[in-house]
T-cell receptor
Framework: DGGITQSPKYLFRKEGQNVTLSCEQN?????MYWYRQDPGQGLRLIYY???????QKGDIAEGYSVSREKKESFPLTVTSAQKNPTAFYLC??????????FGDGTRLSIL | GNSVTQMEGPVTLSEEAFLTINCTYT??????LFWYVQYPGEGLQLLLK?????DKGSNKGFEATYRKETTSFHLEKGSVQVSDSAVYFC????????????FGQGTRLTINP
C-alpha cells in the first residue's frame, strides 16, 4: 500500500544532542513538508520541499535542518540549537497542486 | 493577513446531535480550503475540501460550503457518532501550487454515547 512512513514513533533526546526524524513516502509525490504540533495548537510549518535537492524554510525553521537527496525521503534533524524541541512532528507529502497526505507522526521528548 | 480562525473547543455533544464547527479565513483572492481530522495518536487525514467559491465539500456525512461573502468554511454533520470524536483542523492554501497550508488551531470534539 502507498503511504507516508515516519519513524520512530517515539524519540527521546538528551540535552545538547542532535536527532534525526525519518520520513519516507512511496506515493511518488513531488512535494514534502515538516510540521510541528504543540498541545492545543495548530500545525506550524518547519520546512518544505517542492523538488529534489531544493527546500525552503517555513515559519519556524530555526534549530532545524532538512535534506532532500531523494524524492522519497525528507529527513528532519532537530539540532541542539532548538531549545524547546518537545513536540509532535508530522511529515506530509503532496503532488503539485493537490492536498497533502500526512504520516502518523513522531513524538519527540527531552530526557 | 493570511490566517484561519476556528471556534474554540473543546466541543462535547451527545450521539446523534447536530454538529457545527465554525471556521473563518482571511485572504486576498479565493484560496482552496480544507478540513482535516486527527484521531488520537495519529497524523492528519483529509476530510473534505473546496477549491472555489460556493463549492461544497462532503465526506463521511460531513459537509462544508465555501462562502466568499462571509469568508467562512463551517463544518457540519447532521448526526454525529462516538467514532467522530477527534480534533478537527480547518486549513487554507497560502501558496497555490506549492500547497503551503495555514492551519487553524484545531477543535477537539468529544461525542458521548
Amino acid at each position: 500500500d502507498g503511504g507516508i512512513t515516519q519513524s520512530p514513533k517515539y524519540l527521546f533526546r538528551k540535552e545538547g544532542q542532535n536527532v534525526t526524524l525519518s520520513c519516507e513516502q512511496n506515493l511518488n509525490h513531488d512535494a514534502m513538508y515538516w510540521y510541528r504540533q504543540d498541545p492545543g495548537q495548530g500545525l506550524r510549518l518547519i520546512y518544505y520541499s517542492q523538488i529534489v535537492n531544493d527546500f525552503q524554510k517555513g515559519d519556524i525553521a530555526e534549530g532545524y535542518s532538512v535534506s532532500r537527496e531523494k524524492k522519497e525521503s525528507f529527513p528532519l534533524t532537530v539540532t541542539s540549537a532548538q531549545k524547546n524541541p518537545t513536540a509532535f512532528y508530522l511529515c506530509a507529502s503532496s503532488p503539485t497542486g493537490y492536498p497533502q497526505h500526512f504520516g502518523d507522526g513522531t513524538r519527540l521528548s527531552i530526557l | 493577513g493570511n490566517s484561519v480562525t476556528q471556534m474554540e473547543g473543546p466541543v462535547t455533544l451527545s450521539e446523534e446531535a447536530f454538529l457545527t464547527i465554525n471556521c473563518t479565513y482571511t485572504a486576498t483572492g479565493y484560496p482552496s480550503l480544507f478540513w482535516y481530522v486527527q484521531y488520537p495518536g495519529e497524523g492528519l487525514q483529509l476530510l473534505l475540501k473546496a477549491t472555489k467559491a460556493d463549492d461544497k465539500g462532503s465526506n463521511k456525512g460531513f459537509e462544508a460550503t465555501y462562502r466568499k461573502e462571509t469568508t467562512s468554511f463551517h463544518l457540519e454533520k447532521g448526526s454525529v457518532q462516538v467514532s467522530d470524536s477527534a480534533v478537527y483542523f480547518c486549513a487554507r492554501v497560502l501558496i497555490q501550487g506549492a500547497q503551503k497550508l495555514v492551519f487553524g488551531q484545531g477543535t477537539r470534539l468529544t461525542i458521548n454515547p
